[in-house]
């Protein structure tokens, strides 16, 4: 048999290709939370860079792990509150204040890391989230170490999928999100605060892309520098429209991106060392671009996406 | 119709629902709402009449919460309602069916009428008792519709009973309907009126908005007139008459439109067994038709039998399947842009929102948007702002468009001066083909009236003038020549004379041969 084709039997192959799904997931859903809301938040890449940052830093300094998530999780909120104050009540346009939000995120993530360990050449590591075995599973062949050899992380990760679809679509809380993205007046005349509504989203959606961050720092690496996110924040947002809005595909999207990128690593060092490694780095965004284009075509997007809101006025 | 009026004997011994005292807003130097007093009583239909603009709606938002009332008092089943909440209004016992409906597309009719009724942290929404509730009341009211349908697949009638519903469903006492029939068809306004009767006789209480003096006067027990922000007058409606009405709306009395004979010229647009349109019920099938210069012919019809095919084969928007559209003597389907740019066609869209205006435009903006005027307001591709705003100022003028001037947003124009601002896009650049698909749709008198003049001057000044409207007195007074258009097969066009308001009717319903027979 061939390289490229043994890699796909490799255990360790589809347990990576779940590790790089895991902050995709986490942000992809943050990012939903928000554009369900009807408001785009591109403050994403940002965030999970204060996320990787916070997170880092908590546990460096002695906190545990949990409570680094945590921190990391309320300074995505801060963020989300900042983007959802300008965008909600005050109708500012949503991309300019996403970017507005990453920039100024990134700045001060690295501008305080700085500050904080000034003379640091490379960067000092932690004690990350370990890999946990369920016994017996975890010894299955293939999707064995895959799923049941993960950080708690991760299994958070696939938990929230099950309870963000669950909220959305079950519950009244869900229903009244929905409809302020379809349709905000209509929210507004059976008694919905749409302001209300759609600035928890939006923190909410910013903790869970905070979280996405701290993933990186927290379980996948022990170290926190500067180009760790490298677009993933924009991947999620690719991957919000690859899912249709909708949490259970956004986790497919996530594992498909994972799938990709693991493999792409791994044929690197297969195949002949003649291809510049470079091509290789731009296949899962090919792909990714491929799929997306295939999936969104038919994709019903929130009507009120981008629209913002004010009381009184038709829309 | 007349028989679902409701019943309103011994009105006086009712309980007063709803009372507004001395109600008052004002929008900067606007005075829209001015000292309204209103009350309204157990079971009654109460018809609330006036102008675009003249306050109607404004009154209502403020009963519904969208607003606060600068001044006055209002109450509820004799409690003072708190201003400026929807939600306190839900819980009053109010209910309001928006004049755009408030219905999200992409959701389910269950999912749009069961939001906001549970408390937002509930785990779980109790979709099946929803459910049943809901099925409860349309049996109750016969108001039929599916509660897992998206709202996006029902139809116009379809999604104003979810409207209804929505409101019930939140267990209202009080419901406002505002111009609840513009966009229904005649079967699903005699389908609505049976609703509030039945609504009225379980002792609701209805606010009901419209335009249309003989609807008003069917459905409604108890007539009010608003007029630039104040009550004119209250009528009980037994006792008047749509021209009385039509005067103390206007504030003088409302010009009968008068058509002069027509003196038809050459054909100007034809079709030659044409078949149009994809699917759906709104298709041609084998239609002739001629339209001469110097005349209007009109289309009567229901709703959905085809007109918004025939407006876009006439309008070069779609090329028909079959058979031939000529215009001018040439192909219509070719190329509608040059044509345009000749200033010679013209059209009047039934959807003015949609395809008449950009809201988010100024009205100067609006006013040369058509490809004739953009041309003539621009030099070497800039836009001679001054001349256009001139222009538009003179449109604003010459067709009494209600404004703060050229600078305004469109979109909060009124639709009938939205209306006027089309007319007179349309009209300063003197096209020879209008085809004005339900031109007064949703228009107060007056304005309807204004509409109808600018068409029967434009046939006088030479254009051929193809009207396309549902209300029947329209196309009886303005028409030269009447065909009625059913599932998509056009009858052969009379003279307006010779046909007779029955006449027309069982042609809108299909019945061809007896109409032929009867003559």
Known sequence: ?315 | MSESGAPFVNEAAREVVLRVAGGTKRFGDLVANDDISLELRRGEVLGLLGENGAGKTTLMSILFGHYVADEGRIEAFGEPLPPGSPRAAIAAGIGMVHQHFTLADNLSVLDNIVLGSEPMWRLRSDLRGAASRLREHSRRFGLDVHPDALIGELSVGERQRVEILKALYRSARILILDEPTAVLTLQETESLFRTLGQMAAQGLSIIFISHKLDEVIAACGRVMVLRAGRVIGERPATGTNASRLAEMIVGHEVPATRRSAATPGEPVFELRGVNAGTGGRDRLHDVDLTVRAREIVGVAGVAGNGQGSLARVAGGHAAPTRGQALLFGEDASRSSASRDARGRVARIPDDRHALGIVSDLALWENAILDTANRRRFARFGIIRRREAKAFAEELIERFDIRCRGPDTPTGLLSGGNMQKLILGRVFSVRPRFIIANQPTRGLDVGAAAYVRKCLLEARDGGAAVLVISEDLDETLSIADRIAVVHRGRLSPPRAAESLTRREIGLLMAGQWDTVRDAR
């Open chain 1, 1 to 315: 048999m061939s390289e490229p084709l043994e890699i796909l039997l490799t255990a360790s192959f589809w347990a990576a290709a779940v590790r790089i799904a895991t902050p995709l997931v986490f942000g992809t859903l943050g990012e939903l939370v928000c554009e369900r809301a009807g408001v785009l938040n591109l403050g994403i890449e940002g965030i999970m860079t204060a996320g990787a940052m916070v997170g880092w830093t908590s546990v460096y300094m002695g906190a545990d792990l949990w409570t680094g998530v945590l921190l990391a999780a309320t300074c995505g909120a801060v963020f989300g509150a900042l983007h959802a104050l300008l965008t909600v009540p005050l109708g500012l346009s949503q991309h300019v204040v996403g970017l507005g939000v990453t920039l100024l995120a990134s700045s001060l993530t690295y501008f305080s890391y700085r500050l904080l360990l000034p003379g640091a050449s490379t960067p000092p590591t932690i004690e990350a989230f370990q890999p946990m075995s369920v016994p017996g599973l975890s010894e299955l062949p293939l999707v064995g170490e895959a799923l049941f050899s993960q950080t708690p992380m991760t299994w958070l990760a696939l938990a929230l999928i099950l309870v963000a679809a669950y909220v959305l679509n079950r519950t009244p809380m869900g229903l009244a999100l929905r409809m302020v993205g379809e349709n905000p007046q209509a929210a507004e005349a059976q008694g919905i605060s749409v302001n209300a509504v759609r600035m928890t989203a939006v923190i909410v959606g910013s903790a869970l892309m905070a979280i996405g961050g701290a993933f990186l720092t927290l379980a996948a690496f022990n170290s926190f520098f500067f180009t760790m996110v490298q677009g993933r924040g924009w991947v999620c947002i690719a991957l919000v429209v690859f899912a249709s809005w909708r949490p259970g595909k956004a986790l497919f999207g996530a594992l498909l991106y994972g799938l990709f990128d693991a493999y792409q690593v791994r044929l690197q060092h297969a195949v002949a060392k003649e291809i510049p490694y470079q091509l290789f780095l731009m296949t899962p965004y090919l792909l990714s671009i491929l799929a997306l284009i295939l999936m969104s075509r038919r994709a019903t997007y929130p009507q009120a996406l981008m629209k913002p809101y004010r009381r009184g006025e038709r829309g």
